[in-house]
């Protein structure tokens, strides 16, 4: 599986959102497509940081939002991220020795141009997803 990269089964059309995006409307954004991150971009759609399902978790627990709150607040800016031509043996071995699940996949700009998960890589081990060409 060395030879199987990052490109093949990640999500390419990541749901994006930027720093100023309301915490409620990224809420309703996370539960709509029914995934567990969102990847906060720039006007440029330069990787910004990336806001969870599990963010929320602390959101909630630890300060009780108030109406308007942004997700700048809350989202992580030290993102670790792949690249599509990253070998998903070495990615998973990334988000177990970090304790992650989405990963942004960026360009050489560090444009966003998909994400990868957990989900990605189980699906696609366990067959359920298509190989899809890079």
């Known amino acids: 599986m060395d030879d199987i990269l990052v490109g093949r089964v990640m999500t ?23 995934i567990g991150s969102l990847i906060v971009v720039d006007d440029d759609g330069r990787l910004e940081g990336i806001l969870t399902t599990t963010d929320f978790v602390h ?23 792949a690249s599509a031509q990253d070998a998903i043996t070495d990615v998973a071995d990334v988000m177990i020795a970090e304790g992650i699940h989405h990963l942004p996949v960026i360009d050489d700009e560090g444009n966003v141009i998909g994400v990868v998960s957990t989900t990605d890589l189980t699906e696609y081990i366990s067959g359920l997803k298509p190989r899809r060409t890079a």
């Open 59 to 81: 959101i909630v627990a630890a300060s009780k939002p108030k109406a308007k709150t942004t997700v700048e607040r809350y989202m992580s800016t030290d993102v670790t991220t």
């Open 12 to 34: 390419s059309e990541a749901i994006t959102v930027h720093p100023d995006t309301f915490v409620e409307e990224a809420a309703s954004l996370l539960l709509e497509n029914d």
